[in-house]
């Protein structure tokens, strides 16, 4: 079943979503529609400015706990060196806008990180509920991540690198983050190779759901 949200104040049951995941379409992407969302496991994906806005809600989530997080000989040789810092919601900004493609794309009509959609989350960020990974080579930002909050767990929604091996970087901090913390999960929203073989594994809906309602919250101020 597809919903139309345009017709609907709050999100309907994500156990009726289509079996590929797709959820519904309309509706507005305001903060408190994210906040509302997120911990049920519902996204806005690739809607762009002219259309309506597709949301997504799959059934089975692919996700990283953090003490399974596997970093490959290649990227311990790199954390070695000591060439990256990583910091912890420290450039919140920066890293939606690098995410976003600001240089170049921002202003595209297809484009999905618009100045608007940037704005909803820095909102989110402003009130605690989004914060971000952040890779630096001196003072030059070259990779991060950033995502959504709650009851203990990472949801992510992207990443950049502008150097090699700097999201993974990010992905492995957080993941160290995290299970220092006492962090549940990082949800990565949807598979691919680049996360399966940083040791992301699928969990049931339900089992997402009973992680992210609940009321725990972790530290995310600390920096290492």
């Keep these: 079943m597809i919903f139309d949200l345009s017709r609907c104040n709050d999100f ?51 996700v990283i706990f953090p003490d399974e997080i596997h970093v490959s000989h290649s990227m311990r040789n790199m954390m070695n060196k000591k060439k990256y810092r990583c910091t912890i919601n420290q450039d919140f900004q920066g890293v939606i806008e ?9 202003f595209e009509d297809c484009a999905w990180l618009g100045p608007q959609m940037i704005e909803v989350w820095l909102e989110l960020n402003r009130r605690g509920y989004a914060k971000s990974v952040e890779v630096w080579e001196g003072d ?6 950033y995502g959504f909050v709650t009851g203990g767990c990472f949801l992510g929604d992207s990443m950049f690198s502008e ?62």
């Excluded at 009726?16 to 379409?25: P, Q, T």
């Excluded at 309309?26 to 806005?44: A, H, N, Q, S």
């Excluded at 690098?98 to 921002?106: E, L, N, Q, T």
Aim: aromatic letters at 12%; one cysteine or more; a negative charge.
């Design 140 to 145: 030059l930002l070259v990779g991060g991540l």
């Design 98 to 106: 690098s995410c976003a493609g600001v240089d170049d794309r921002i």
């Design 163 to 224: 150097a090699p091996g700097a999201s993974k970087l990010a992905l492995i901090h957080l993941a160290r983050h995290m299970q220092k913390e006492g962090g549940k999960f990082i949800d990565c929203q949807l598979e691919t190779p680049h996360l399966k073989s940083m040791g992301a594994r699928y969990i049931s809906y339900d089992d997402f759901l009973e992680q992210t309602k609940g009321s725990e919250s972790i530290n995310w101020e600390q920096n290492t």
């Design 12 to 62: 309907p049951d994500p156990r009726l979503a289509n079996e590929d995941g797709f959820y519904a379409v309309g509706g507005d992407v305001t903060p408190e529609r994210l906040i509302e969302g997120y911990p049920m496991g519902i996204f806005p994906y690739f809607a762009f400015r002219h259309e309506p806005v597709i949301w997504w809600a799959p059934q089975e989530r692919f």
